[in-house]
């Protein structure tokens, strides 16, 4: 078998890597540039030419995880017919997924930057908007697919199921992930009835 077998990952692929092991596990704030860079054994150097930036590498981190929660729900929802599963995937989601729930570093990240004040730390927090805005979107066009039609109704149901999955992703953070999720998947339930 040749050497050339196996591809060593770039520097950029690297510092994504352990950013990504490093920030859902410790947090954003939490993690300094000096231990992103021993963790991935790349110079600094490689860090400013791949990303510019601890927070353009943040930013790039939560795209990764919006990427990978997009596909999960994609590849989850497949094989389903009806849009009220496709909603409820979301929480089943949560539920199915390892250490780290579906969603959840985009809350933990908007509870590091509450208030944004540089250029950087509002990519950080419109790349967390875009998380949210594509859950919203995504549950809106399944709402419309059910047959509900009134855009303000839609928009209040949509927003009520975001808040539940919210409420789910951080429970499964804090509490006993089965029942935290069960409990807010049974009231998403609930609160599709009034439109089946």
Not at 107 to 127: K, Q, S, V, Y
Request: proline content about 4%; hydrophobic content about 45%; cysteine-free.
């Amino acid at each position: 078998m040749s050497s050339q077998g196996a591809v060593k990952a770039s520097p950029r692929e690297r510092l994504l890597k352990t950013a990504t092991e490093l920030f859902t596990t410790q947090g954003i704030r939490a993690v300094g540039i000096d231990r992103i860079l021993k963790d991935s054994r790349v110079a600094k150097a490689s860090l400013y030419n791949s990303y510019g930036s601890k927070d353009a590498l943040v930013v790039a981190y939560l795209e990764h995880m919006h990427t990978a929660d997009e596909e999960a729900w994609s590849k989850r929802t497949a094989p389903m017919d009806r849009p009220r599963d496709r909603i409820l995937a979301f929480f089943d989601l949560v539920l199915a997924s390892g250490s780290i729930p579906m969603g959840s570093p985009f809350i933990a990240a908007a509870l590091e930057f509450p208030e944004p004040t540089t250029a950087g730390e509002r990519a950080i927090r419109a790349a967390v908007d875009a998380h949210r805005q594509w859950v919203l979107d995504t549950i809106t066009e399944q709402l419309r697919l059910m047959g509900l039609q009134d855009p303000d109704n839609i928009e209040e149901m949509a927003l009520r199921l975001v808040v539940l999955l919210d409420g789910a992703v951080t429970a499964a953070r804090m509490l006993d992930r089965v029942s935290s999720t069960m409990t807010a998947r049974a009231m998403a339930e609930m609160t599709l009835r009034l439109v089946d």
